[in-house]
């Protein structure tokens, strides 16, 4: 007699991705990836300029005068990337007063109802997010080589994120937890993510 498969076995086996839906999962790990690595580069711009507005302002005294400007040019952008990676991981702020009281299925069906709302959103606010990033290349920023365009794109950006990360939602709502180079350590458990 076989001995039985373990647990594991059986989870990784039951989401095994096939055709389109693993060609989905390798998708979405990649732009996971790369959502991650734009959130981790903004922060650290941030912190740069940051600490170096403060070196300058004391110790070096150069010309530069722009350092807060850059700083909250990468703050925009971290903030609109890492409210899409929050959404994506379900690490966003969940209000849960009545999901105690509601039957699975109901929970189930006003998440998909939620994500195709906010998938509608936040494709409306990429396509209006145009137009401002349009009128914004007119305007520079005083002190720095960029105009407001750079700053209102991490909208447009974030959103382009947001509508990735709902989509992936729709389509396989079951999807398992990613395994990508930032997320190792993670201990997440099964069902969720997107």
């Known amino acids: 007699m ?3 498969m373990p647990a594991t076995t059986l989870r990784s086996a039951a989401h095994a991705p096939s055709g389109w839906r693993g060609l989905v999962l390798r998708a ?3 732009v996971c990836w790369i959502g991650r690595l734009a959130v981790t580069l903004t922060l650290a711009m941030v912190l740069v300029f940051c600490f170096a507005q403060v070196l300058d302002r004391y110790l070096l005294k150069t010309q530069f005068d722009a350092w807060d400007q850059v700083a909250r040019i990468g703050m925009l952008w971290c903030a609109f990337v890492g409210a899409a990676m929050a959404l994506r991981e379900r690490r966003n702020v969940v209000i849960d007063i009545i999901d105690r009281h509601l039957p699975e299925r109901v929970r189930r069906t006003r ?3 939620f994500d ?3 998938l509608a959103l936040a494709a409306t606010l990429f396509y209006k997010g145009l137009d401002v990033v349009a009128v914004g290349n007119f305007q520079d920023i005083v002190g720095t080589p960029f105009t407001y365009a750079v700053s209102y794109a991490s909208l447009t950006v974030g959103m382009v994120f947001f509508m990735l990360f709902l989509a992936l939602r729709l389509l396989i709502p079951n999807a398992p937890p990613p395994h990508d180079a930032f997320a190792r350590d993670e201990l997440d458990t099964p069902g969720t993510h997107p």
């Open 2 to 4: 076989a001995a039985p």
């Open 28 to 30: 979405d790990r990649t």
């Open 111 to 113: 998440d998909r109802l």
């Open 116 to 118: 195709a709302l906010l």
